[in-house]
């Protein structure tokens, strides 16, 4: 196998050999072979056939391998000259490693390993084969058919050949390497077949003769593998770039959409359709905006992920459309959150303003209705004429009765007055009914007017008779005098006890039960009143019945009956058990409330600090070092499971905030947290913990992307951290500085240091903001290293792929590249107008350039 191989080379330069132990031991043929493979010229041979000049040849070409890196163990010129076979194979197997094998890398695996993983994938299709070492796998002979079949199939028809007939499959293969590929027949097919483990030495020899004879092919590949990966690193950032445009204008269209909503702040009419309003309202925190929070914090992530992405490939940064860059997603998100900034309050206002006009409207009515009941006929009875006909008794009694008449309207005048404010307050607040109020408070002042005007016109006329009147029992005066006021007080009595209220806490319902405990104190001192009005009553008639008065049993000076006073009294004391059961319902309302404020407030008081404690847990995590990026992503992570799996008691508190709108609550002294800053807090929290994992995918990315191992990456956050000591995350100009200081950089205080970490600072702060975050760091320490591939790396491979021309074309494309990635390529490449050009060539420069952002398609 070795001297075939030898020979191969030696064919080249004119000559052969047949004994490789006799041939090589003059040292001639050894340095021309030397020649032959490498390119390059040895030092000139001696040509004497002295023992001294055969040593010396052979140490000049022993000096030459050594100085191609070749480590020559025990193997001396002596033992070459005198022709010891086992060293002079051994020097052969050397060179052949070196010249003929080591060269061969596949995906930056050593030699040998190259040399298999490349016969593993031109085989892989074919049946039969399986290729794991380079000894028992080629027994057969159909490795070597498919190799010449995957890049030569006119020179082998391989689905005649078969598995249990070696012999015909190796001959074949070493037939036609060597008439076709000019591969000499180095093995024997019979030795092959016969031998239990086949030399593994001779079989990579011969082997790596296919590699070299195919190199062209494998050289396109290659090209054909770096355009793949570059073209598929295009294809997924724009679909990224797709995404992002996408979420992004579906946010910014729901976020226009809500803010009319939150912005129209018109208020309803009746009650229930404000609590519809807030009700719509908790559904919007509650339902709809959450899932946007979350859209949104991905939105920033997505684009973080592509841009870094895109740095790490060496692609332009992604611009977004216009309107849609992250600043402009925060704009609007910030013109929302203002939009919705006090719309809760306002709700709740609107409710308590329509809670207090619905109770101002009812006593409005009640009040309306008992003056328009007290003002029936009134004026009809101060028309009257009555007094032109009566006799003198008669005229001194209708004087009296008009003045109990006028201390009972004086007595009214209260209850006007309180009608006219109530109307003036609804009017003030906006109610919607106001024109029926107005109109109806409207009648009463008119008519209140009118009674006033009539009661002093009949006094007038009444006074100019007075003279001509007798005094009217003096009894009926006093009864009259003493029954209305009587009668006005239970009337207000009754009132008061009818009289709606609105309480928002304990101390005002305590309130209104002193007041109402303090006026059941007054029944006794009324009641003997009632005794004493109805004593008078009792005495007049008594004296009607003694002097046989012709009074016909009725009282003059007013129309208030004993009857009446007794039933207007019963009603009242009927009225006050209703007034304290009132009364303590409403208390036991006001107990539930506190209880629901206590509840809350208990609830709140510890999440709101759990949720500050985690925002400092989640910013301390950031910035520790702990294991592995993985082990720091693992834990994160599972924190941010113990986050979500929080939200039970969120909803719970949610739960207790709506029982306490919808109680009516408006304030609490049991704690200093709202709802709104249990959300807020709630929402950021969220948002920190994903945008912390976010930084840590992002530093394995680049970790991985830029192959810096574990190590370099703990390092480099171990200085980090080191020189981060206000834990900002950030470092300044010198914090900087010190830190590439500490991990080796040479950046003096002359001229020449400054200028150079001038040129640094402008790589890690392209805006000059005056920090340096950890991932601009990162990708600086990576940068300046990082083996990635390039425009003029991906020109080249096209070049190879269209056989050195300047241009491509659409059948080289399709043909050297996958479907997908081709028609890819197609689609964006111009056409190209070289004096070179033929009908449909392809500008591959231009779009190789564009690839990385250095030109435009």
């Known amino acids: ?175 036609v390497a060597e008439k076709y590929l000019d591969i000499p027949k180095m093995l024997d097919a019979e030795d092959i077949v016969g031998t239990a483990r086949p030399d593994e030495k001779a079989i990579m020899t011969y082997v790596s003769s296919f590699y070299h004879a195919f190199s062209g092919a494998q050289k396109a590949e290659t090209a054909a593998n770096r355009i793949c990966k570059v073209l598929a690193v295009n294809q997924e950032n724009e679909q990224l770039m797709e995404d992002y445009e996408k979420l992004a204008s579906d946010l910014l269209e729901w976020i226009r959409r809500t803010i009319p909503w939150l912005e129209n702040r018109a208020p309803e009419n009746t009650m229930q359709a404000m609590q519809q309003k807030l009700e719509d309202f908790r559904d919007y925190r509650r339902l709809h905006k959450p899932p946007k929070v979350q859209e949104k914090c991905q939105l920033e992530i997505n684009f973080n992920t592509l841009q870094t992405k895109l740095r790490l490939s060496n692609r332009p940064a992604f611009m977004p459309s216009e309107g849609k860059m992250v600043s402009d997603i925060n704009n609007a998100w910030g013109g929302l959150e203002q939009a919705e900034k006090g719309y809760e309050e306002w709700l709740l ?41 009566a006799t003198l008794s008669e005229i001194k009694a209708l004087l009296k009765k008009h003045e109990a008449f006028e201390s009972d309207l004086a007595a009214h005048q209260d209850r006007v007055e309180q009608i006219a404010a109530i109307a003036q307050e609804l009017n003030e607040l906006d109610y919607y009914d106001s024109p029926s109020v107005n109109a109806r408070c409207q009648k009463i002042c008119d008519q209140w007017d009118n009674l006033g005007a009539l009661t002093q016109k009949r006094r007038e006329a009444l006074e100019r008779t007075e003279k001509l009147l007798e005094t009217i029992d003096q009894l009926y005066l006093e009864y009259a005098k003493r029954a209305a006021p009587f009668n006005n007080w239970m009337e207000g009595a009754m009132e008061d006890l009818q009289d709606t209220f609105i309480v928002h806490t304990i101390e005002e319902i305590q309130g209104l039960t002193t007041a109402h405990e303090q006026f059941k104190a007054t029944l006794p001192d009324a009641d003997k009143e009632r005794q004493a009005i109805l004593g008078i009553h009792n005495e007049v008639s008594k004296i009607v019945q003694t002097y046989h008065v012709n009074m016909a049993g009725t009282n003059p000076y007013t129309t208030i009956t004993p009857h009446e006073i007794n039933g207007k009294w019963e009603h009242v004391r009927q009225l006050v058990p209703r007034r304290d059961q009132a009364l303590m319902e409403e208390h036991a309302r006001q107990q539930q409330n506190e209880r629901l404020r206590k509840q809350f407030g208990a609830q709140a008081n510890v ?53 306490i709108q919808e109680a009516l609550i408006f304030d609490n002294k049991h704690t200093n947290y709202t709802m709104e800053h249990i959300r807020v807090g709630w929402e950021q929290l969220l948002t920190t913990i994903a945008r912390t994992i976010n930084e840590v995918e992002n530093q394995i990315l680049t970790r991985d992307a830029k192959g810096i191992s574990q190590e370099q990456m703990n390092e480099f956050r171990a200085s980090f951290n080191h020189f981060d000591r206000d834990h900002s995350g950030t470092l300044g100009p010198e914090e900087f500085k010190a830190c590439l200081i500490s991990l080796g950089y040479d950046i003096g205080n002359d001229a020449q240091g400054e200028a150079e970490f001038a040129r640094i600072m402008s790589i890690v702060d392209p805006n000059r903001l005056g920090v340096v975050t950890f991932q601009a760091f990162i990708d600086f320490m990576s940068r300046e290293t990082a083996d990635t591939d390039t425009a003029d790396q991906v020109m080249a491979s096209f070049k190879i792929l269209a056989g050195d021309k300047n241009y491509i074309t659409v059948d080289e494309l399709r043909r050297e590249l996958p479907p997908d990635q081709a028609e890819y390529c197609i689609a964006r490449m111009a056409p190209y107008n070289g004096r070179d050009a033929v009908p449909g060539a392809l500008d591959y420069m231009s779009f190789s350039t564009a690839l990385y952002g250095e030109s435009d398609l």
């Not at 109770?359 to 101060?382: C, N, P, V, Y």
């Not at 993985?630 to 508190?653: A, C, F, G, M, T």
Request: charged share 30%; proline share 2%.
């Open 607 to 659: 999440i709101g600090p759990w949720i500050q404690t985690k925002m400092e847990e989640i910013g301390r995590i950031s910035i520790e070092m702990h294991g592995t990026l993985e082990d720091q992503l693992n834990h994160l992570r599972q924190y941010e499971k113990s986050i979500v799996n929080y939200k039970p008691k969120i909803d719970q508190l949610e739960g207790d905030h709506q029982q």
């Open 349 to 389: 206002n609107e409710i308590r303003r329509l809670e207090r006009l619905d109770h101002l409207a009812e006593k409005f009515r009640q009040k309306a209705s008992i003056h328009e009941a007290w003002t029936d006929g009134k004026e009809a009875m101060l028309q009257q004429k009555d007094y032109e006909t």
């Open 1 to 175: 196998t070795f001297t075939a191989w030898c020979n191969s080379h030696l064919r080249k330069a004119g000559t052969q050999i047949e004994n490789i132990e006799e041939d090589f031991r003059d040292g001639l043929k050894l340095m021309l072979l030397l020649e032959v493979i490498s390119g390059e010229r040895l030092a000139k041979p001696e040509r004497g056939k002295m023992r001294v000049h055969k040593i010396s040849n052979v140490n000049k070409a022993l000096d030459f391998i050594a100085s191609k890196g070749v480590k020559l163990v025990s193997i001396g010129a002596e033992e070459i000259v005198d022709g010891n076979v086992k060293m002079t194979l051994g020097m052969i197997w050397t060179i052949i490693l070196r010249f003929a094998i080591q060269d061969i890398s596949v995906e930056e695996t050593s030699a040998k390993e190259g040399l298999l993983l490349w016969c593993q994938r031109k085989t892989a299709p074919y049946k039969n084969v399986n290729i794991q070492n380079f000894h028992i796998s080629w027994k057969d002979g159909l490795g070597f058919c498919a190799l010449i079949h995957r890049h030569r199939p006119e020179l082998i028809d391989y689905g005649k050949l078969r598995k249990d007939d070696p012999l015909t499959n190796l001959n074949t293969a070493f037939d």
